[in-house]
């Protein structure tokens, strides 16, 4: 009896797994993906990571099981890119993926959804603008703090690394920290901390503008007093 429930069970994933790859577009069929990657000044942005990626039937709410990279494609130094890919015949759709900036540069910011390719088989153009940033390192006081760590918030910047504490202040003095920034603007920056295990802290500042290329050192002094629940 225990056999034959295997079986059935075994008999029914693999009929709903074929179900679902006859979805799939068949293996060959080739499309030629282009486009610019642009700052809001029109200027370009060199090396940006175009992927390509697949996916198959299923996943989450019905939006696709990712497959795999298909291929990708760097901007050259216009800020253009251009790929012929092939289907492979394991996905049913492709989507076109731009990278973030990397960690260590940080030189765009911006929306990095994942768009469809929704003409497979011909040639898709996809266009898209980041805001450019630059890096501006900020001299923080914390001479007038007691409570600490601090964990500090920059829209723009890319905070994925907190384990590094590179975004943490975790005693009393003066450090530096880089964070990069859209030129011309008036930025907020927050520090939070934690007074209780019911009860934690925010202080908001606004950074100066910067006025592009180039570091526009600032100095932030954190006080106790700044600091509202």
Known sequence: MKKLLLLTLFVVCFSC???DNKYNLKAGIATKISGEITDEE???FVNVRILVNEYKKG???GMGEFVKIVDSVFTNSEGKYEKTFYTTGAGREYRLSITGAPILTQDY??????????????????????????????????????????????????????????Y??????????????????FQPI???????????QRASYILEPIKGAGNYPQVLRIEDKDFKD
């Open 17 to 19: 797994e074929d179900d």
């Open 42 to 44: 029109n200027k370009p």
């Open 59 to 61: 996943g989450v709410m």
């Open 109 to 166: 910011f911006g929306d990095v959804r994942d768009v469809v390719i929704n003409n497979i088989g011909k040639s898709f153009t996809y266009n898209h603008s980041f805001i450019r940033l630059y890096p501006c390192d900020i001299t923080i006081n914390t001479e007038n703090t007691t409570i600490f760590p601090l964990l500090i918030s920059q829209g723009t910047t890319n905070m994925n690394h907190y384990q590094n504490n590179d």
């Open 168 to 185: 943490q202040i975790l005693e009393k003095g003066i450090v530096t920290k880089r964070f990069y920034l859209a030129k011309n603007f």
């Open 190 to 200: 927050d520090f939070y901390r934690t007074v209780s295990s019911t009860k934690s």
